[in-house]
């Protein structure tokens, strides 16, 4: 996979679900960017596991989880609240650090997906308590696209986050990652403008579909 992507594209492993000897064995070939979705799942992992891997956590995040994984993570993908970004900024504080995130944009039809809205995405920038903060740093944005056959309808999709990636970008030199596409449309991501895509079942073969 990695040498189907165009240079600049990093790889997000997703090995959630997967045991460490999966994850041990895509280490051996080079990689070191892994995607976790579940916090206990993640801290296993990480204690187990070299630690020159970096560690993103790719699922929706709890509150008051953040602090188990505030000291290894290297990138949260999925903020998509001035709540949960304040926990984070917490914890970081706590222990002297700054954690990179990426805000979530809401852009499938779907009901159930996480994420803002421009509108959310806007107001949350520019309050008083995001601006205080200092121990996080935004470093752009991360979506996920309606799980369909329909091509023309994700490509959309992905070319609107891609607007709303261009339009932060200008104002924010710091944003520079954009995380968009996964095994079924990381293509489509790709030519939309992607610079990070989050890869599981195309890599460590699919999981059981209880875990998903
Ligand atoms: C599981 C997951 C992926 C990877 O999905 P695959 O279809 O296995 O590539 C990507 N992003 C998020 C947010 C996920 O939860």
Redesign the pocket.
Known sequence: IKSQLPEGVVL?A?S?TKPTSAILEAYRAGQRVF?E?KVQEMVQKWEELPKDIQWHM??HLQRNKVKYIAPFVSLI??VDSLKLLKEIDRQAKAIGRTIPCLLQLHIAQEETKFGLDPGELGALLESPEFRAMEHVQIMGL?G?ATHTGDKTRIRKEFEYLKGQFDTLKKTRPKISILSMG???D?PLAVEAGSTMV???????G??EPIH?
């Open positions: 997000v997703v959630k995607g979705n790719i699922g993908h999925g991360m996920m996964m095994s079924s990381y989050r890869i599981g079942s195309d890599i460590f699919n999981r998903q």
